[in-house]
């Protein structure tokens, strides 16, 4: 079965991504599975913003997602003397409360747009396609109801 990020708008883990990064030299970003424990299942699921489907166990989100002290990528002891022995994992594990928080390349209906309105007096009225502006003296007798 081929494992690919659950996350919309991400290749990780499809055929074409992995044979790109194959010919330039690059290796393959880590998968995680979702975690078990279903409260921090539903931290994931409300993180992702991809409600037409569930996020389940059997699920893998990508490295990209998550922050880069989320993921562990060496084990450290303390010695006797006070050193710090760093080990590199040979397969990375995220920390025990990490949720996937970047979306980089995220379908643009999923996003969400902010509208710049314009103030209502300098708003244009449009009727049978012709464009209406307020006169000078419809905006003073505005200007002077408000005061």
Request: proline content about 7%; some cysteine; glycine content about 2%.
């Amino acid at each position: 079965m081929v494992k690919c990020c659950f996350v919309p708008g991400c290749n990780t883990g499809y055929a074409l991504d992995v044979k790109q990064q194959k010919s330039i030299g690059l290796k393959n970003k880590k998968l995680f599975k979702a975690p078990k424990n279903t409260e921090l299942l539903a931290r994931w699921h409300r993180a992702i913003p991809r409600r037409d489907k569930m996020l389940t166990e059997k699920c893998n989100i990508c490295e990209l997602h998550f922050e880069v002290n989320d993921i562990l990528l060496f084990d450290e002891t303390i010695l006797n003397d006070g050193t710090v022995n760093k080990i590199k994992r040979i397969r990375p594990i995220l920390k025990a409360e990490a949720v996937p928080s970047i979306f980089p390349n995220l379908p643009f209906y999923l996003t969400k747009q902010t509208m710049n309105r314009k103030p209502p007096l300098k708003r244009s009225i449009n009727i049978d396609k012709k464009i209406y502006k307020p006169s000078q003296a419809c905006l003073d007798t505005v200007e002077n109801s408000h005061e």
